[in-house]
């Protein structure tokens, strides 16, 4: 893989992760099937005052097809009062989307997913903030006391017993935001910690933890700290949360029939690595240039002498189109790496995605417009007959 493949792909994980959930919006990650369920497993302890509880979950890695287990830890609390809200996938316009977690003084809605240890589907049991201490609720934490005294003993009863990963769609969790939670998320905001970003390359660089591989039964499940994957505290996971049966390689249902398929073929050799091949779906509703399928002219070599004329103002017009797609696309990554320069707020990363799903909305429409204009035959050339002269009398 090119050094500027993996510089994209860095960076395209750290966007992501920036983005905070947005109640059902699509940000930029959408997959035809879902992801599996949540392994059982149990917590590490916690490792000193201060860690707050990041349940693991599934991620995904479009160079693999494939989902990965991103293991749950302790990750420190960005600043004084701020919880976690987890990340979640959900089922909108015909694909499983991601939905990325944050930092906020309240946790918003995280799809209703059950993750367990104080995140039941909605708020947090696992504890909370206390004159800038964090206390410990111990019946849902694995707390030891003798070096943590923050503690306290509250019973929770969790109704919401499952391991599905997922809202909505075929089997998913039927919930919806309270007024609370949608409240929580127009709230100021942090992104996932450099921990909680370490933790995810780690995952994803780890082969055993794609669930091809453990089906759905990651051997780590959880680390006591960020990026611990060895050693003492590391937990495996018991059992998977139900049986795993992924569609076949290349045989994953389209989630949008008018992208191109997942097996198409490769690009040529020397297109930008910026635009990596996956065998993602691309979003029904496309965010960025990127995931806007090349655009092509057809070719008939037996047509007429006028379709071939059509043919070739509609190649010119392919072509021409292509570069104004890549100068977005690149217009678009720049943007992307200057909020990540600049530690953007998860207001100005959403600002800046809804200006990018305009940009690429005009765009197609307005290249719609032209293929269409040029696919019209051209009007017959007028014949200048000579004008008779009137007769004289």
């Given amino acids: 893989m090119s050094k500027s493949l993996c510089s994209r792909l860095l960076l395209f994980s750290l966007v992501i992760l920036a983005l905070s959930t947005a109640s059902f919006a699509q940000i930029g990650i959408s997959v035809s099937f879902g992801p599996p369920a949540l ?14 509880w990041v349940p693991g979950y599934w991620a995904w890695d479009p160079d693999f097809g494939d989902y990965y287990w991103v293991p749950g830890t302790w990750v420190l609390a960005p600043q004084v009062g ?32 059950s993750y367990g240890f104080g995140y039941f589907g909605h708020g947090y049991e696992g504890g909370r903030w206390n004159n800038g201490q964090f206390y410990y609720n111990r019946s849902v934490n694995n707390i030891n ?29 039927e919930a919806r935001p309270t007024a609370a ?17 370490q933790q995810v390359r780690a995952a994803a660089a780890n082969q055993q933890l794609r669930a091809s591989v453990n089906q759905g039964r990651p051997p780590i499940a959880a680390t006591p700290k960020p990026g611990a994957f060895s050693g003492q505290g590391v937990v495996q996971a018991k059992a998977a949360g139900a049986p795993y049966h992924p569609p076949a390689k290349g045989a994953a249902p389209e989630a949008n029939a008018n992208r191109p398929a997942a097996n198409e073929p490769a690009r040529p050799a020397n297109e930008s690595a910026a635009r990596p091949q ?30 071939r004329q059509s043919q070739q103002r509609q190649q010119q017009l392919a072509a021409q189109q292509q570069q104004e797609h890549e100068k977005l696309q690149q217009q678009q990554e720049q943007d992307h790496q200057r909020m990540a320069q600049q530690k953007a707020s998860t207001a100005q990363m959403q600002q800046m ?24 035959p051209a009007a017959p050339a007028a014949h200048n007959e000579p004008k008779s002269e009137p007769e004289k009398h």
């Fill in 278 to 307: 996956t065998n993602v779906p691309r979003p029904s509703t496309p965010i960025h240039a990127q995931d806007i399928p090349e655009h092509s002219a057809p070719a008939n070599p037996g047509a007429s002498e006028a379709e």
């Fill in 82 to 113: 701020y919880l976690w809200t987890p990340p979640w996938w959900g089922w909108s316009g015909g694909a499983y989307v991601f939905n990325a977690g944050y930092w906020g003084p309240t946790v918003g809605f995280y799809g209703g997913i």
């Fill in 145 to 173: 006391v003798t070096n943590i005294r923050n503690v306290y003993n509250v019973t929770v009863v969790n109704n919401n017993v499952n391991h599905v990963s997922y809202n909505s769609g075929p089997g998913g969790i």
């Fill in 353 to 376: 995605e809804r200006q990018h799903q305009q940009q690429t909305a005009q765009m197609e429409q307005r290249h719609a417009q032209e293929q269409q204009q040029a696919a019209r």
């Fill in 39 to 52: 392994p059982v497993y149990t917590q590490p302890l916690c490792p000193a005052p201060g860690y707050l």
């Fill in 181 to 197: 939670e949608q409240a929580a998320e127009r709230q100021q905001h942090i992104p996932p910690v450099e921990a909680q970003t």
